[in-house]
């Protein structure tokens, strides 16, 4: 981060508008199944009533019918069709009938519901953007309705969910217990608890302790050590131009078609990495996933520099936080994305040259092809020094139009759709709310906080967003402590400093960092389904 400071929204709108077994609402006087009546089987075992099934991951699911019913599943699925990821399906099963379906079940909450129905209902209860099913079940009076349509996907199978006006009466609430994978060669001191699924916090933490490795390496040429440090943009600076290499070799292993963009800048180079999925329905519209990789460079020459020295002078050789965190989230999204089939393009970036002003998304914002149009953006820099730890987590979007009221309805109501319930961060969330109002953005950014995590429009705009809302496009991002943080362009900014400022009274610096990872890389991916789906409009 640098120093200074129609249909589109259909899908989206429902989730802003709205366990165990039983019914919630005013009964319509269709008789309606038993929460029995329809058993679960995932793949690699049998769950039947017991109700354990994976976290975290794509899984083979199988709804068996006992009775004839409709099956609402308000969880990302894969269309057997189109096999790409849509937000919900409701399923139509007569009795004896059975169909599997690959089910993203929440990564950080354990409970989860599928509602019931007659057989061949259209219309549902939903929970509000801000509450959990859970506390849906709490209260019916909150949420709204949502209604089974056409799949509009090219070879898609399974309904659509759009908003409704009315739910339809009465649903069953079948309750299930998920379970996420952990790694066995891992403890709580160690984050286990996010290191397992199809993405994780673990494999974030280990990119930055990989790339900010200081150990000494006597065979590497650029910056003398085992990562790759020294990623300060300028001509001819060996160590980023080998950064470069390295980064580009990574996307190109996980399938993506990388180019490696070079703008002339002033006297200087901007160089940022792209890699691109074409899209397999939307290929000119491009959904962009970013972070700068460059790092603050230092203000007096290197041997001015005591190795060790904290907080002196600045500039960084390794930028753990600013922004080897954002580095590393872009990377392990690309890993688990690029095997995915998406509508749209699918393009993740590592910009160069942010702390010299935006250069590189600048370029790249001012050299989109003719034809291409940049739905979504999503936006990481120095987030991880946040919540779990004793800090606040921002949620940002934007572009800000008033100031006083929210101008992105519809970004708004998605981060907190996904923060609520996949991540139960409800409680969390109105904390951030409260904060929010009473202070604004600058606080969130310096001071300690427990259990908040804000969402908010942002009316500064500091990192690569700014470039693309300058093009008139809709922006989410994350970030943790800012101008707080003392080593903030300085030589600490190193991963065990992140480590100590986020060690609480229950819980290690490690541990809290790998969750903070996990929740922030899951959000990211979960907007990025969702922006596939149905772009969010800047409205």
Known sequence: MRSSFARAGMLVFLMFSATFAGCFGESDGTSLPSAE??????????????????????????????????????????DPGSL?????????????????????????????????????????????ADESWLMWHDNMSSGSAVMAT??????????????????????????????RDQRDDLSEENGVGASGGWLNGRDVYEWVDFI?????????????????????????????EDAITYFEGVMVGYGLDVEVHRFQSGTLWA???????????????????????????????????????????YGTRTGAYDNTAGTSMVLTTASVLADFDARRTMVFCLWSSEEEGLWGSSAFTGDIPAGVTVSNYLNLDMAGINYPGDFALSVYLGPDGSGDVIDQPGMYHLAEWIGADAFDLSYQIERGRDEWAATGESPLWQNNYQDTVAIYESPTARSDHDSFQQIGVATLGWNGVVDGYPCYHKTCDKLTTMEDY???????????????????TWWAVYAFLHMDQVPVPNE
């Open 37 to 78: 009546s329809l058993s679960i089987e995932v793949e690699g075992g049998s769950t039947n009533n017991s109700m354990v099934i994976p976290g975290g991951e794509w899984v083979a699911t199988t709804f068996s019918a006992n009775s004839d019913m409709s099956v609402f599943v308000p969880y990302f699925i894969q």
């Open 84 to 128: 790409r990821a849509q937000n919900g399906t409701v399923l139509d099963l007569r009795s004896g009938e059975e169909i599997t379906v690959k089910v993203l079940f929440p990564p950080r909450n354990d409970d989860v519901v599928l509602l019931m129905g007659a057989y061949g209902r259209e219309n549902w209860p939903i929970r509000a």
């Open 150 to 179: 056409a799949n509009e996907d090219v070879g898609g199978i399974l309904p659509w969910i759009v908003p409704a006006n009315d739910s339809d009466g009465a649903v069953v609430v079948k309750h299930l217990t998920t379970v």
């Open 212 to 240: 900010t490795d200081e150990t000494p390496d006597a065979t590497d040429p650029y910056d003398g050590a085992v990562g790759y440090l020294d990623r300060w943009i300028g001509n001819a600076n060996p160590a980023y």
């Open 271 to 313: 160089v940022n990495i792209c890699g691109y999925k074409t899209g397999t329905v939307y290929p000119d519209e491009w959904l962009v996933f970013g972070a700068h990789f460059d790092i603050a460079p230092y203000a007096t020459p290197i041997t001015a520099i005591v190795p060790g020295t904290e907080q002196q002078g």
């Open 502 to 520: 986020m060690a609480t009274d229950n819980a290690t610096g490690e541990a809290n960092l790998v969750h903070s990872w996990d929740i922030v």
